[in-house]
């Protein structure tokens, strides 16, 4: 186990269950960033957080990275929070980062440079790296909005369908299973990827200004603007207006759970595009992953009125 500022430990399984070494220690959290839970005689005298994840480059750590810095940081005044893995060499070290790239507005780098400092020899892999790189890139916040995050939400997500990972009735189960054991889980959770629906918004308390795009045909609500993914024309390297691709949408959840097929509006079913998780060529010749291409003559945006 290393110490690594004040508060703050990473280490190993081992260590995680030596709960006489973790109280003179003065730790009072443990954070499992784990594919199992300690047991629970070994957690019952320490507040416990278990983040369910392998040690994969395709392993999304970056959904969790914010639970983790809160559980972190609201256990300041307890004491100290060891964050573990199997060797402390990865998915604890990835999580670290995280946290001091945000609470101490240093660089990837210089965050992974610190740990090195107490903790020789570690190494998060490819994967996690990417995720941490794109979280000093979004200033260490998560922000839904911004462009490369829903790229490596949408991309991360089409490979787990495409790879048959993501089997919709075996994921309940297995997410019901995970949730049960006390487990923090969410990025095999289709419906918390898909984007928002402009219906649901519409009938809430909590209104919205994005504009709106709908169905050509019945005038049905489909989707806003800011779920357009756009991408670079394959020849100029300059941004692609000839084709429609998008987020998918909530309301497509029950129809896009096999690998391709149509879209069909969900009010008068006029089929309005095509998807396919393993993705598609654009006509400006760039190829698009995900690919949820929304036909332009079968949907319209109003335009703004004038004053």
Same mark, same amino acid.
Not at 249 to 276: D, H, S
């Given at each position: 186990m290393s110490y690594i500022q004040d508060g703050l430990f990473v280490g190993g399984i081992d260590d995680a269950i030596d709960s006489k070494y973790l109280r003179k220690k003065g730790i009072k959290q443990i954070l499992s960033i784990h594919i199992k839970p300690i047991p629970i005689e070994y957690r019952e005298d320490f507040e416990y957080k278990w983040v369910h994840a392998i040690d994969t480059p395709s392993q999304d750590l970056l959904f969790h990275f914010q639970e983790c810095i809160d559980f972190i940081e609201s256990g300041r005044q307890l004491g100290a929070t060891l964050i573990h893995c199997e060797y402390g060499i990865s998915r604890s070290v990835t999580i670290a980062v995280a946290y001091l790239m945000q609470k101490l507005s240093l660089s990837l780098n210089e965050s992974l440079d610190l740990i090195k400092t107490h903790r020789p020899g570690v190494r998060p892999n490819s994967g996690f790296l990417k995720q941490l790189k794109l979280f000093e890139r979004m200033n260490f916040t998560i922000d839904e909005r911004n462009k490369e995050f829903k790229i490596y939400k949408l991309e991360n997500l089409a490979d787990k369908i495409s790879s048959g990972r993501i089997n919709v009735f075996f994921q309940m189960q297995l997410l019901n299973n995970l949730l049960d054991a006390g487990a923090s889980i969410k990025d095999d959770n289709l419906r918390s990827q898909l984007a928002r629906d402009p219906n649901m918004d519409r009938d809430s308390t909590h209104g919205t200004t994005d504009a709106v795009y709908y169905c050509g045909k019945c005038r049905k609500p489909l989707f806003? $603007?800011? =779920? #357009? #993914?756009?991408?670079? $024309? $394959?020849?100029?390297?300059? +941004? %692609?207006? =000839?084709?429609?691709?998008?987020?998918?949408? @909530?309301?497509?959840? !029950?129809?896009?759970?096999?690998? !391709? *097929?149509?879209?069909? %509006? &969900?009010? %008068? @079913?006029?089929? #309005? *595009?095509?998807?396919?998780?393993?993705? =598609? @060529?654009?006509? %400006?010749? =760039?190829?698009? +992953? &995900?690919?949820?291409? #929304?036909?332009? $003559?079968?949907?319209?945006? &109003?335009? &703004?009125? +004038? @004053?």
């Open positions: 806003y $603007d800011n =779920s #357009i #993914i756009l991408h670079d $024309d $394959d020849k100029t390297t300059e +941004t %692609c207006y =000839s084709s429609l691709f998008i987020e998918p949408v @909530k309301w497509m959840e !029950e129809n896009i759970q096999t690998l !391709e *097929g149509k879209v069909y %509006c &969900p009010k %008068c @079913k006029a089929k #309005i *595009g095509r998807f396919n998780w393993s993705g =598609s @060529k654009c006509t %400006c010749g =760039s190829w698009v +992953t &995900p690919s949820f291409h #929304i036909r332009n $003559d079968m949907v319209y945006k &109003p335009m &703004p009125r +004038t @004053k």
